[in-house]
């Protein structure tokens, strides 16, 4: 009985000894064991980066290689940056985006990618639109509206510097800005992709791309037709973008029909003459009507005009109304970059050639192939 008594402190000692010695081998184990389990969360999480990385990869609709140069396409700055090739081949694009349904694995492969869009001036389709698009495709927006108000820009800051910035918290900019050039500025000044979105009187490349691909969907064909050019073709810079884009197409007509004081601007007309192109100017939109395929409309941007007599004499000269649309062949479009005022009157709207609506929606999926393309899923 006092054995057992003794011996039970001396088990007990021992044990306290033998612990004591054991005791920087079993932390070792801790140690190792926290290290293998922080490896292997570690491992896990690199895991399913890569799978999330592989499935955004897989969820692409279009080969990541391209047969035109879309490939090397690393901004949209104006039309000329795209030939027949490029322009067909982003054709496909789109209609692949238009077959894209949220929740597929489609839907998120700009998962991970930040979009900014910086607009100097209104906008509510080209601004929307673009953020639908990075939307529909899983992507992430930074955004500023009246950004000359509401960013530094307001405080002097130049638009390089707010360039320089911007681009260190996105993948890929959208510009908006009042300056014609601003856009080629800013794409010089960053390294990620830039698309503009309208640089004052200058050019809107997007817009370009998705009449042309209105015209393809509406009429059937990108050769052999006749386009007028309706409203103010002074300062639209949709239309001297859309004019420069089909130089690219075989056998293109242009009509131009506008006010004395907005009529397109010689750098346009010397552009389609070397371009062995055929235009006309002309003053009765009844009769280009009849002999059309696509009559493209245009607002007169009041904005633009220094001088109010001179915005007088353009607004309201040239209407497509029922009479107008009554002279238009059955097979033709109607067409206009909108916003519009009263320059196509809303009885028009119920007509199936006024194809306007469906051009504003063809602009989303344009504009989610550019990004697929430009951010090279």
């Known amino acids: 009985m006092s054995r057992a008594f003794v011996a039970a402190p001396r088990a007990v000692a021992s044990s306290r000894a033998s612990a004591s010695r054991d005791a920087p081998r079993e932390m070792g184990v801790v140690q190792n064991a926290r290290r293998t389990v922080g490896r292997a969360t570690a491992n896990g999480l690199r895991r399913r980066v890569r799978r999330l990385r592989l499935h955004a990869r897989d969820a692409s609709t279009t080969a990541t290689t391209y047969t035109s140069g879309l490939s090397e396409l690393t901004c949209c700055v104006e039309a000329e940056q795209f030939d027949r090739a490029m322009m067909e081949e982003l054709f496909d694009v789109a ?5 894209v349904k949220p929740g597929s694995p489609e839907s998120v492969m700009l998962q991970g990618y930040l979009m900014s869009t910086l607009f100097y001036e209104p906008s509510t389709r080209t601004r929307l639109s673009f953020e639908a698009a990075m939307g529909r495709l899983g992507g992430g927006i930074v955004s500023t509206e009246s950004a000359g108000e509401y960013s530094s820009a307001a405080k002097g800051e130049t638009l390089e510097d707010t360039m320089r910035t911007v681009e260190g918290y996105c993948d890929l900019v959208v510009l908006r800005h009042f300056n014609q050039g601003s856009a080629r500025r800013a794409a010089d000044a960053i390294n990620k992709p830039l698309i503009n979105a309208g640089d004052g009187p200058g050019q809107h490349p997007t817009q370009a791309l998705l009449d042309v691909y209105t015209i393809r969907r509406e009429i059937g064909r990108l050769d052999d037709f006749k386009i007028a050019l309706v409203g103010d073709l002074a300062n639209g810079r949709t239309v001297r973008s859309l004019a420069t884009a089909l130089t690219q197409f075989n056998n293109v007509k242009f009509y131009f029909v506008a006010p004395e004081v907005v009529k397109m601007k010689d750098d346009i007309k010397q552009f389609l003459t070397d371009k062995g192109c055929e235009w006309e100017e002309a003053s009765d939109l009844a009769q280009v009507a009849a002999d059309v395929d696509v009559l493209y409309q245009t607002r007169i941007q009041k904005e633009r005009f220094a001088n109010l007599d001179d915005y007088a004499k353009a607004s309201g000269k040239y209407i497509v109304d029922k009479s107008i649309m009554d002279a238009l062949p059955k097979t033709s479009v ?12 809303v009885d028009c709207d119920a007509d199936p050639r006024a194809g306007y609506f469906r051009q504003a929606q063809n602009g989303l999926f344009i504009r989610m192939a550019l990004l697929k393309v430009l951010l090279k899923v």
Not at 95 to 99: I, P, W
Not at 335 to 345: A, K
């Open 95 to 99: 209609d692949a985006m238009e077959r």
């Open 334 to 345: 109607v067409m206009h970059p909108l916003p519009r005022v009263d320059e196509i009157t």
